[in-house]
C-alpha cells in the first residue's frame, strides 16, 4: 500500500493540471466570445439587390439653423450603406434635397408616390424630431443630440404602410455636454452624425454587437 501512495499522488496531481487547463480553456473561450460580441440579426433585410432613396424631413425652424443638416444626414447614412449594403443601389441624396426644395408641400405626399417619382424600389424616410450640439439654446456646453422616427416604404407594395418603423436617439457625447475648450461645434455635429447613421443602418444587416461605449465605435 505504501507504495501506490506516489502513484496516487501523481494521479492526483495529474487530475488537478487537466482540471487547471479546462478553467483555462473555458475563460479563454469566454473572452473571445465576449471579444467577438453576440450576433444580432437585421430587423429590415430588404434593402440586398434594392435602389432606395433617402428623404429626410426637417422643421423649417432646424433648416433655418442647420441650412445642410438635410445632405448631412442623409450623406453619413449613405456612407454607412455603401460599406455595409453593397449592393444596395442609392438615389444621390442632392436630386432628393433639389427635388424637395422645388417641390412645394412635397411632405404632404405619400412617401410610396415619392419613391415612385424617382423610380426606386425603397425609400428611407428620415422625421427629424430634434437636431443640436448644444444642450440648450444659448448655453456654452456642447452636447450633439440627433433624433428622427425612421421609415422603410416599398414602392412595389400595395398596402400604404411602412415596412420598418424605428426611432433612432443619438447623442454626443454621451454622458455630459464638453466645453468649449474641449471641442468644437463642428465636431460635435460630425461625431453625433456619425453615431445616428451607424445605429440606423444597423438596423438592416446582420451584425455584432461588442458592447462597445458608443464613443468607442
Not at 473555458?26 to 430587423?43: D, K, N
Not at 457625447?173 to 453625433?192: C, E
Request: some cysteine.
Amino acid at each position: 500500500m505504501l507504495q501506490k501512495i506516489p502513484h496516487a499522488r501523481a494521479l492526483m496531481a495529474a487530475f488537478l493540471l487537466i482540471a487547471l487547463a479546462g478553467l483555462a480553456g473555458c475563460e479563454l473561450l469566454a473572452a473571445q466570445t465576449r471579444a467577438q460580441g453576440r450576433e444580432v440579426a437585421a430587423q429590415y433585410a430588404g434593402l440586398a439587390d434594392k435602389s432606395l432613396a433617402i428623404v429626410v424631413y426637417l422643421p423649417p425652424a432646424t433648416i433655418d439653423e442647420y441650412s445642410g443638416a438635410r445632405e448631412e444626414i442623409s450623406s453619413f447614412i449613405a456612407s454607412q450603406m455603401r460599406q455595409h449594403l453593397p449592393t444596395t443601389r442609392l438615389l444621390n441624396p442632392r436630386d432628393v434635397i433639389a427635388w424637395q426644395n422645388n417641390t412645394i408641400n412635397w411632405y404632404a405626399l405619400p412617401e410610396k408616390d415619392i419613391g415612385r417619382h424617382f423610380s426606386v424600389d425603397r425609400v428611407l424616410y428620415i422625421e427629424v424630431t430634434d437636431y443640436s450640439t448644444r444642450r440648450t439654446i444659448g448655453y456654452s456646453d456642447l452636447q450633439g443630440h440627433l433624433r428622427a422616427r425612421c421609415k422603410i416604404f416599398e414602392t412595389d407594395d400595395p398596402s400604404t404602410s411602412a415596412a420598418w418603423t424605428g426611432v433612432v436617439d443619438a447623442s454626443w457625447p454621451t454622458d455630459r455636454p464638453l466645453d468649449p475648450t474641449q471641442t468644437n461645434d463642428g465636431a460635435v455635429r460630425i461625431r453625433t452624425l456619425e453615431m445616428f447613421a451607424d445605429q440606423l443602418v444597423q438596423y438592416f444587416y446582420d451584425h455584432r454587437d461588442l458592447g462597445l461605449d458608443p464613443r468607442e465605435r
